[in-house]
């Protein structure tokens, strides 16, 4: 019989002998289509249009087994199982990720819910296969509990830290979840909701995985506000059949001038996808416009600099809104985005926004990290090391180790926040600090040591307090002295998870120094009543003993203990006195 997984109200396929054992692959009608190819035609056809020659026995097989493995178990619609790996692989391959990605895909959920065990998987289908499995594989709610949901986001970030491939799949899954949420209880639905918009939209931002961005914030708006998702639906709906019509004008004068100046360029119309209207219109819909709900994209057939050729040329139909041009190809986002942007005004008097790149930018605006990893091919796992637009990454990975679970996941969604500012050294080196960041952040970003030495700072040539908040563009060259040292103070100045972190833990070094300073002179005092000579016991290792023979590691630890009353005096005395 097939047993029932409580934790999962899934079928676990049944264990013989005490051990799992796959049953034997169904034999195909001579003559007959093969199912399990059957199954996977599209996600084959997805594949083989990015990998014209991938071998496809990898797929084949990966699919088999998940299959057999998950047989007999249900997703809440009702659907058998294998349909959502298979959902997940046919994103992954719907924006061309590899055959290693698609394989683990297919598997993810194996050796969490079947007892398919990791090492059974690294034999079967290798290593690189295994890591991302592993990666994306939940921590037993059991044994960890209430730290299961924080610990298993910090394994994803470990594991995200050696092969970012793990993170994409998690994003894919989640959006799988996300288009079949209806079928969970509402409860659920919100708690899944909330977190993808807290920690998993905003790391798709970060990699700059704008498809599964958008489509993610607006499933979870549909599920946490079901009646302003729905609001606003309607809104771009009616707005949007008029688009043809208003921007006609504006595509008209922007080709005449495209001609003009010699470029040839792709004019879109591009909608806002619907949690970014909500965000800066609210229940303020009625009336909502064309040029409200949507933009324009110009895909420049062409190099960077005609990019600048282009938004001359728009600038010439268009009159301009001062202030309003944005360039993210000289100063590219924290995720590599690059793009101009700018804002005009219609003919019929409506501002709207223009979005300018080359056809070579798309990809990365769209797809991100997805780009990157797609080029690198068979090093995949290994290429994107060391590059600028993970540096939120590194810092993450700084501070994580020392967060405990209780205070991970809120500290990871204060340090996903959205919101990013790029400021620059004096040496013209970029550093990327979230919106709200201070000139002490900015020291902490630059190592620990400048940050522990912070006394202020020079903005843009002026002399500035520790607590200016840095800006886009601003230089920042800190000011430092050797005897500085973090103070109760810098809590309320720094904005950023890394900076609080350190701070916290230097106080509490500070604290726990300051306990055995006093500890230890209290001894000392009471020692020398009795004519024992603290330094000698410790010369000779007498009060390491002491503190081993009463539990503590070192003898700094007995010290504070003492002052802090967890230790008596007259106890500690009685162990270096002798009668």
């Not at 909502?288 to 040329?313: H, M």
């Not at 797609?374 to 180790?401: E, F, H, K, M, N």
């Amino acid at each position: 019989m097939a047993t029932l997984n409580p934790a999962k109200g899934r079928f676990r396929p049944p264990v013989r002998g005490g051990r799992f054992r796959l049953p034997a692959r169904r034999r195909v009608a001579s003559g007959g289509p093969d199912p399990v190819r059957a199954a996977l035609a599209p996600l084959l056809a997805a594949h083989r249009a990015a990998y014209p020659g991938a071998d496809e026995a990898e797929l084949l097989h990966g699919y088999e087994v998940a299959e057999r493995l998950h047989r007999g178990q249900l997703r809440k619609s009702g659907a058998p199982y294998i349909t959502h790996p298979l959902a997940v692989a046919m994103i992954l391959a719907g924006m061309g990720l590899d055959t290693t990605t698609l394989v683990a895909a297919l598997l993810h959920d194996t050796v969490e819910d079947t007892p398919y065990t990791l090492g059974e998987l690294r034999a079967e289908f290798g290593e690189e296969v295994a890591v991302l499995v592993d990666g994306v594989t939940k921590l037993d709610g059991e044994r960890w509990g209430d730290r299961a949901e924080a610990e298993t986001f910090r394994k994803i970030v470990l594991a995200a830290a050696a092969d970012l491939r793990v993170l994409v799949i998690k994003l894919a899954d989640r959006l799988h979840n996300l288009r079949t949420l209806g079928f969970q209880p509402p409860h659920k639905r919100a708690r899944i909701a909330k977190a993808s918009h807290e920690l998993l939209v905003p790391f798709a931002e970060r990699l700059g995985i704008h498809v599964l961005k958008r489509e993610m914030d607006d499933l979870a708006f549909a599920a946490r506000l079901p009646e302003q998702h729905a609001a606003t639906g309607e809104a771009v709906r009616q707005a949007l059949r008029e688009a043809d019509r208003a921007f006609a004008p504006a595509t008209e004068l922007i080709g005449a001038a495209l001609a003009e100046h010699g470029v040839a360029a792709r004019v879109q119309i591009r909608p806002s996808h619907l949690y970014a209207v909500h965000q800066s219109f609210g229940g303020d819909l009625a009336g909502l416009r064309p040029c409200e709900a949507a933009r324009l994209l110009l895909l420049v057939d062409g190099a960077e600099r005609d990019c600048y050729i282009t938004l001359g040329a728009v600038h010439s139909a268009l009159h301009p809104v001062a202030g309003q041009v944005r360039d993210f190809i000289a100063m590219p986002k924290d995720n590599l985005y690059r793009s101009l942007h700018t804002r005009v005004i219609s003919p019929d008097g409506d501002p709207f926004e223009v979005i300018i790149r080359t056809e070579a930018m798309h990809p990365v605006a769209e797809h991100g990290i997805v780009a990157h990893i797609r080029d690198a091919g068979d090093d995949a796992s290994t290429a994107v090391a060391g590059r600028r637009d993970l540096v939120w990454l590194s810092r993450l990975l700084a501070w994580q180790s020392d967060a405990p679970s209780g205070e991970f996941l809120d500290r990871l969604r204060t340090d996903l926040a959205a919101g990013n500012v790029a400021a620059f050294t004096t040496d013209g080196d970029i550093v990327a600090l979230p919106a709200g960041a201070t000139a002490l952040d900015f020291a902490y970003a630059l190592n620990a040591r400048t940050g522990d030495r912070c006394i202020g700072a020079v903005v843009n040539g002026r002399l500035a307090p520790m607590s200016v908040q840095v800006r886009s563009g601003n230089v920042v060259e800190i000011l430092t002295d050797p005897a500085g040292f973090p103070s109760e103070d810098w809590l309320g100045i720094a904005a950023t998870v890394t900076a609080r972190v350190h701070i916290q833990q230097r106080l509490t070094l500070r604290r726990a120094e300051e306990a055995a300073d006093a500890g230890r002179r209290r001894l000392y005092r009471a020692l020398a009543r009795r004519d024992v000579d603290l330094l000698a016991a410790e010369a000779h290792g007498d009060s390491l003993a002491v503190a081993r023979a009463l539990g503590y590691a070192e003898i700094n630890e007995m010290y504070a203990a003492l002052d802090a009353g967890a230790l008596a005096l007259d106890d500690l005395l009685a162990r270096f006195v002798r009668p």
